[in-house]
């Protein structure tokens, strides 16, 4: 069942109580800042986007567009200070997470939401076993034994297809090799059963066979257990296959957000088509080099006025650089904030293109 939402006007119908489902996860208009020692950075800025019960969201775009530190700002995790909340709410199941005390926070981080670091040996202590480790995970929100809990890091350790789950579990992470630590991290995140599983880049370190199959578990997982997941990547290509929702990011905002089929088959916005010329693809015979996108994100110390991706962008017009594009609805769920889409606009270049598939020969 289609459960997961990706709705920008979700929080006005839910006042017009149009809306029967409340999503697990909904952000919105947050803006999170960095105060450095060159200025301040404006990491985060206005994003919104929400995950259903049982879904499965990918958030993408280029390093330093805001992605993470969204996240991170889920979880609790952003610094504060530098960082700094200017604006804008956290729903999970129902509370807003801006307003809890850091050990509210603590009770809901690694129980309610889980979450898979990039590297992971960043979230494993190399001076503890693997399944003390997972088991220590467990006894912080559960009153068990110690035994019930290694009980459970062996179970853990076996649903995520480790061999020989109880030799493993008496071994560090030394001894485990670079897949088999993240899927550790993967039983570490699952093991007090988390309503939201937050991956963020989770097979970036890891080489391309085994990238597919940590993917491949997260997938089985998602629908084995009904989890609902955010999975965090640069690449459009490692998340084709896991989210049934996407959500691209460009220099702290959202750009584009759709289901899957939205943004692969009609990708809308001249980002995510640049984005999506740059991923290798099965159907298409490769003619030369994959195509990256020209120029560089912009400065967030001074976040430029207008679209920000307007100076990489072949089709900006003047309306671009004075004024941002607010997002326009283009299909069912699938909203684009880009002036070649609005209403106003008849010579929209992408639109033969669009109606005909939206591939990205531009
Ligand atoms: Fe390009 Fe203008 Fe659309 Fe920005 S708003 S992506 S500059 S056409």
Known sequence: MEQTTVDMELSQEQELGRSNAEPLLSIEDLHVSFH??????????????SVGHGGSLAVVGESGCGKTVTVQTVMGLTPIPPGQIKGGRVIFNGQ???????????????????????????????????GRQIAETVQRHHKISNREAMDKAVEMLSLVDIPNPQVRARQYPHQFSGGMRQRAMVAMALACEPLLLIADE??????????????????????RLGMTIVLISHNLGVVACLAKDIV???????????????????????????????????????????????????DLFQPPVGCAFAPRCKYAMKVCTKCDAQPIRIGDNH????????????????????????????
């Not at 450095?36 to 986007?49: D, I, N, P, Q």
């Not at 809901?108 to 590297?119: C, E, S, T, V």
């Not at 989770?202 to 629908?223: C, F, G, M, R, Y």
């Not at 909203?335 to 990205?360: D, I, R």
Request: proline share 7%.
């Open 248 to 298: 691209v990011m460009y220099a702290g905002k959202v750009v584009e957000k759709g289901s899957s089929s939205d943004v692969f088959c009609n990708a809308a916005h001249p980002y995510t088509r640049a984005l999506l010329r740059s991923v290798p693809r099965l159907d298409r015979e490769i003619r030369g080099e994959l195509a990256s996108i020209p120029g560089t994100p912009p």
């Open 96 to 130: 807003d997470l801006l307003r809890l005390s850091e050990k509210q926070m603590q009770s809901i981080r690694g129980k309610d939401i889980g979450m898979i670091f990039q590297d992971p040996m960043t979230g494993l202590n190399p001076t503890m076993t693997v």
């Open 335 to 362: 909203y684009v904030s880009c002036w070649l889409h609005h209403e106003a606009n008849p010579n929209n270049p992408l639109k033969n293109q669009f109606e005909n598939g939206g591939h990205t020969s531009d």
């Open 36 to 49: 450095t020692y060159a200025g301040e950075v404006h990491a985060v800025r206005g994003v919104t986007y």
């Open 202 to 223: 989770p097979t970036t370190s890891l080489d391309v066979t085994i990238q597919s199959q940590i993917l491949d578990l997260l997938q089985n997982l998602q629908e």
